[in-house]
């Protein structure tokens, strides 16, 4: 019987962004992949900060399920793994970090947030989405799951984006290192060659985990549900 999958996107992005990770899963899944608050059919949702999210994730209705998040996602996975520890059996951590350690980079980073949020509210959501897609660690997606890409972030809202990025942030999540110890389900981190700064938080996450693997895809950036869905379903599947 196909075990229950839960996947969470990252910033920008709604549930179908994991449409080319679930076509290289097949059937070995029964998978959900919601929107989080702020984003798609949920762009209204409040609120969309770290308890939010973990107080939806509580209230689904599989028992026990396998957690997986790319970047945002990974934060909110990693919160929902330490707040739900009986309900997540498997940890799947993709281009993830377990959250800015000094607290003036914190600052720093929340303030940088607060000053784009400000700018998505105001601005023009197309012209924005050009800008984030078209970051150095975003690139090598192919064309065709690029433009799948774009129209599904288009589906979001500004107050939405900006809310959660306000409150899904690098700058207002508390970082989560001196828990990683209380992690006790097997748990795999991911990350592309390319993605350094990611990759290397892989590598001191994984130092602080009992049972936990990394996941270094060759050649790969950021963007690994959608430049490398295949070595993301190949992490998911070990």
């Given at each position: 019987?196909?075990?229950?999958?839960?996947?969470?996107?990252?910033?920008?992005?709604?549930?179908?962004?994991?449409?080319?990770?679930?076509?290289?899963?097949?059937?070995?899944?029964?998978?959900?992949?919601?929107?989080?608050?702020?984003?798609?059919?949920?762009?209204?949702?409040?609120?969309?900060?770290p308890?939010?999210?973990?107080?939806?994730?509580r209230?689904?209705?599989?028992?026990?399920?396998?957690l997986?998040?790319?970047?945002?996602?990974?934060?909110v996975?990693?919160?929902?793994?330490?707040d739900?520890?009986?309900?997540?059996?498997?940890?799947?951590?993709?281009?993830?970090?377990?959250?800015?350690?000094?607290?003036g980079?914190?600052?720093?980073?929340?303030?940088?947030?607060?000053?784009?949020?400000?700018?998505?509210?105001?601005?023009?959501?197309?012209?924005?989405?050009?800008?984030?897609s078209?970051?150095?660690?975003?690139?090598?997606v192919?064309r065709?799951?690029?433009?799948?890409?774009?129209?599904?972030?288009?589906?979001?809202?500004p107050?939405?984006?900006?809310?959660?990025?306000?409150?899904?942030?690098?700058?207002?999540?508390?970082?989560?290192?001196?828990?990683?110890?209380?992690?006790?389900?097997?748990?795999?981190?991911?990350?592309?060659?390319?993605?350094?700064?990611?990759?290397?938080?892989?590598?001191?996450?994984?130092?602080?985990?009992?049972?936990a693997?990394?996941?270094?895809?060759?050649?790969?950036?950021h963007?690994?549900?959608?430049?490398?869905?295949?070595?993301?379903?190949?992490?998911?599947?070990?």
């Amino acid at each position: 019987m196909p075990g229950e999958l839960v996947l969470l996107h990252g910033f920008t992005q709604t549930g179908r962004s994991w449409a080319p990770v679930l076509a290289e899963l097949g059937e070995r899944y029964r998978a959900f992949a919601p929107d989080l608050p702020g984003h798609g059919a949920f762009s209204a949702r409040r609120p969309a900060d770290p308890p939010g999210c973990v107080a939806y994730l509580r209230a689904l209705r599989a028992p026990r399920f396998t957690l997986v998040g790319y970047s945002m996602g990974a934060r909110v996975a990693l919160r929902a793994a330490l707040d739900l520890p009986g309900r997540v059996e498997r940890l799947v951590l993709v281009s993830g970090s377990a959250g800015i350690e000094d607290d003036g980079e914190r600052e720093a980073r929340r303030r940088a947030d607060e000053a784009l949020a400000a700018r998505i509210e105001t601005g023009d959501l197309e012209a924005f989405l050009d800008e984030w897609s078209a970051q150095p660690l975003l690139a090598g997606v192919p064309r065709g799951v690029a433009e799948l890409d774009r129209r599904t972030r288009s589906a979001n809202t500004p107050s939405g984006l900006a809310a959660a990025l306000r409150g899904l942030g690098q700058g207002a999540f508390e970082p989560m290192w001196d828990r990683l110890g209380e992690l006790a389900m097997p748990v795999t981190l991911v990350a592309g060659e390319r993605d350094e700064r990611y990759a290397e938080a892989a590598r001191r996450t994984a130092e602080r985990i009992a049972d936990a693997e990394v996941v270094i895809v060759p050649g790969a950036g950021h963007a690994l549900p959608l430049e490398r869905p295949d070595a993301v379903a190949d992490a998911i599947g070990r």
